[in-house]
């Protein structure tokens, strides 16, 4: 093989099992697979500029899924569809559906009830679907869009900046993302909060 110039920048090969779905097959580095993700998503985000959305409507398994068909479908064969095995993040695979269910049941009523500021609803229910686990992939990318989709459309207010830069790759900002997801973990949902509006 010689040198191992294709390992580095992101030229990772995916790994058999993480190219399981995949249905660009000229797709075969990390990097491939982040570009066109990357695009994926970025029609998705067109395909929710247009539309005007109903708290009832948003807070829904139904909607959930069909976002995350919108952010993968041209990449992922399973995009849109419940994770079918057990990862070392996220509830029982057979719990996703009654978990998310009273995640949008308590969304919904923290948004009658104004249970918290507008800011700190979309956080929690960022933190709490990506804590489900719902998908095999991207769940990470579908919970922070759930979360603009949240303060947009219900709230009416500016979408969050999530660090305003790279949050995929490694680097100081994801680093800081990633303990503000483990405060929130323990209950602590300002770092979260303050991190998504820097
Ligand atoms: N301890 C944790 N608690 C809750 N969420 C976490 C934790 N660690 C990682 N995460 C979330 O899981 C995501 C990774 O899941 P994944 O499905 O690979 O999403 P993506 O492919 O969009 O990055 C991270 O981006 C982060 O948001
Ligand atoms: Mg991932």
Redesign the pocket.
Known sequence: MGLDLEYTNGQTPLEEDEKDGLLIPTITTRADLDEYEHLNIEEAMFWITSKTLKTETIFTEKFVRNLHKRMYGNVWKWAGDFRKTNKN?GVDKWQIPTELKNLCDDALYWVQQKTYSPDEIAIRFK?RI??I?C?P???????RLMADIIIEKIFNLPLFTWGAGDL?QQGDIRTNY?QA??EA?QGNFAPLISFSRS
């Not at 992939?137 to 919970?143: E, I, K, L």
């Open positions: 993040l933190h990506v804590s686990h998908f992939n991207g769940n990470g990318r579908h919970s995929i990633i997801v483990k973990d």
